[in-house]
């Protein structure tokens, strides 16, 4: 039976940051992996791009999390957004800083940061062994014993980065949520989030593959406020509503109980107000009475927008600017400003980028990434219930729980 200081199950973001703070310290370090390859989710994210962080300091980075962020202050100490910047230009992964704030490797390449978390590991002196799935977790003699496919290994500090039940394609199938719970540990009900939505709508099917830069929607139950809310960029698809928009507000779907009870209430042009985009388009036909209204509102919003919202509000495609009446009119502002799309669910877990949910944050030290229950154990990134926004939150928590976890181990 091989002994080691420290044993760190997942080679994605957080391992391998952690097994390699761990072995630089001089602990005897072993990175687990079920997959022939380490990193696999890194490769898939931010379209084969990987989206390493967010253009904002630490504390943009909590706030973003909400109610979540206080427990990364620690993490954010160990490894702010700038020193993560840092550490992969040191590695000859050059920057760059786009316009929503998202930060990429110049290189466009995801293949490239894994390089470089990989050379940094094999510099710490770390081994790694690959197609090695763990089996079981357990506590014996004031050891851990971690069984795999191949053997029985034990150690003195256990980590338990392997991620969430998001993207299963790429291993994370939720395994490390059952040793947790062996532990003794909470576990908050794993749900997708950053997941694109489903619906029954025809007429949204029927506009598939238009995409609109700025819409603001919010998530809504019938006659009750607002769940959530976000602005940005709009995707029409076969099956529903995706984009950076829809992804940030889906959370509020995954945890509602009936999500069929929800509507997204789109606003396709927020930064003009109802009156007075009624005001403009009242003047447009006056101004244009023989042009179709189609074309007055296309000045508004994307042509196949204005077909689809004039036939959602029953009026006749060819209809002349002169012949809107002002009831009319009205009805066109409100599908603009404040379409109700039905929600029937999200595309769950196989397309989900984050998971909500998994080991209860109260029972962790955020100090330490520590159990408080388990003397020895630890855990870092997505398996802890952590969620942030689209635009590199997620990868940044990942990697500084990383971090300040193989700083402690």
Not at 321 to 334: F, I
Not at 341 to 357: D, L, M, N, Q, Y
Request: charged share 20%.
């Amino acid at each position: 039976m091989t002994h080691y200081d420290v044993l760190v199950i997942g080679a994605g973001a957080a391992g391998l940051v952690a097994a390699a703070e761990a072995a630089s310290r001089g602990r005897r370090t072993l990175l687990l992996e079920k997959n022939k390859r380490p990193g696999v989710k890194i490769l898939m994210s931010g379209g084969t791009r990987c989206n390493l962080t967010h253009a904002t300091d630490k504390w943009g980075i909590i706030k973003a999390y909400g109610e979540q962020g206080n427990f990364l202050h620690s993490a954010l100490a160990a490894l702010s957004p700038s020193e993560l910047v840092q550490m992969f230009e040191e590695e000859g992964v050059a920057t760059k800083v786009e316009e929503t704030g998202k930060i990429f490797p110049v290189s466009n390449r995801a293949t490239d940061v894994l390089a470089a978390l990989v050379r940094r590991l094999e510099r710490s002196s770390a081994e790694l062994s690959l197609d090695e799935p763990t089996t079981s977790c357990a506590r014996a003699d004031g050891k851990f014993v971690v069984t795999t496919r191949a053997r029985e290994l034990t150690c003195d500090s256990l980590l338990i980065t392997v991620g969430g039940k998001s993207y299963p394609g790429s291993g994370t199938t939720g395994d490390g949520y059952a040793w947790g719970a062996a532990f003794g540990h909470s576990i908050v009900p794993p749900r997708p989030a950053l997941v694109p939505i489903t619906t029954d709508a025809p007429w949204v099917k029927s506009l598939t593959g238009l995409a609109i830069p700025d819409v603001q929607v919010s998530v809504s139950p019938s006659r009750e406020k607002s769940l959530a809310s976000a602005r940005g960029s709009f995707l029409f698809t076969h099956f529903g509503l995706s984009g950076p928009v829809i992804l940030d507000v889906s959370r509020a779907v995954t945890g509602h109980s009936n999500p069929r009870e929800l509507s997204l209430v789109c606003d396709f042009l927020p930064d003009t107000k109802a009156p007075d985009l009624e005001e403009q388009l009242k003047q447009e036909a006056a101004a244009e009475g023989k042009k179709q209204v189609v074309g007055l509102l296309s000045k508004h919003i994307p042509r196949r927008l204005a077909e689809a919202l004039l036939t959602l509000c029953s009026l006749n495609a060819e209809l002349k600017g002169a012949e809107l009446p002002k009831k009319e009119r009205s009805r066109l502002v409100a599908a603009i400003k404040q379409s109700a799309i039905p929600i029937s669910g999200t595309r769950g877990f196989e397309k989900a980028e984050v998971t909500a949910g998994g080991v209860s944050l109260a029972e962790v030290d955020s100090r330490t990434m520590q159990s408080k229950l388990v003397s020895g154990l630890y855990f870092a990134g997505e398996i802890l219930d952590l969620d942030g926004p689209i635009g590199g939150y997620n990868f940044q928590a990942a990697f500084s729980t990383g971090v300040l976890a193989g700083r402690h181990v």
